[in-house]
């Protein structure tokens, strides 16, 4: 195992809780919560040249910009804020390299702005399509293998998020389960897993 591998392993693990910790809030939620999006930090929106890096996602006839995120100095993983747009993990594999694991992060919705692009991923079933364009103006297909929900506490697959060898996965993550407020927002997580079509 690679140095870079383990060092992205540990920051997984030791926070696999805080990884998407407020994905969102719901509309309906009292109003004396506060939203959890506001107490999260800002992500870490970062800039490649990386012609493979993803610009766009499809889901459901639907798509949304993707923006290159990487985790902060506390090795948090969090996606734009703007609820419409998508995150790509820096730290993760390239579409198109046919090894690893792709990471790809959103809120599920928010309190003032409603719901988010990400919100799609718990609908998704197996055969299901997606489609990742990339800055070179590549088009990468997969299909949908599994849609788990995870519990934050604990249940994030982070071996199987911090692939960076064996077979090529896309991971479309965010929150889901029952809402429990700041600062987890919602109990669980979605994690869509996808194969090359």
């Given amino acids: 195992m690679s140095a870079t591998l383990r060092s992205l392993l540990a920051v997984l693990a030791i926070l696999a809780t805080a990884l998407l910790a407020g994905c969102g809030t719901q509309s309906a939620a009292p109003s004396s919560q506060t939203g959890a999006q506001r107490s999260l930090p800002p992500p870490v929106v970062t800039h490649t040249d990386d ?18 995120v990487d985790t902060d100095a506390d090795g948090v993983l969090l996606p734009p804020k703007d609820i419409h747009e998508l995150g790509w993990w820096i730290g993760s594999a390239r579409p198109g390299s046919g090894a690893g694991t792709i990471v790809v992060t959103g809120h599920v919705d928010d309190v003032d702005l409603g719901t988010g692009f990400a919100a799609r991923f718990a609908t998704l079933k197996p055969g299901d399509p997606i489609e990742v364009d ?28 911090n692939r960076l060898d064996g077979p090529e996965t896309l991971a479309l993550v965010t929150c889901g389960g029952p809402f429990v407020g700041p600062p987890l927002g919602y109990r669980d997580n979605v994690v869509v897993f996808a194969s090359p079509a």
């Fill in 51 to 68: 012609a493979s890096a993803p610009v766009r996602i499809a889901v459901g006839g639907q798509s949304a910009p993707t923006r290159t």
């Fill in 134 to 161: 990339t800055a070179d103006q590549a088009v990468h297909r997969y299909r949908v293998t599994t849609t788990e929900e995870v519990s934050k506490e604990g249940g994030l697959p982070v071996d199987r998020l």
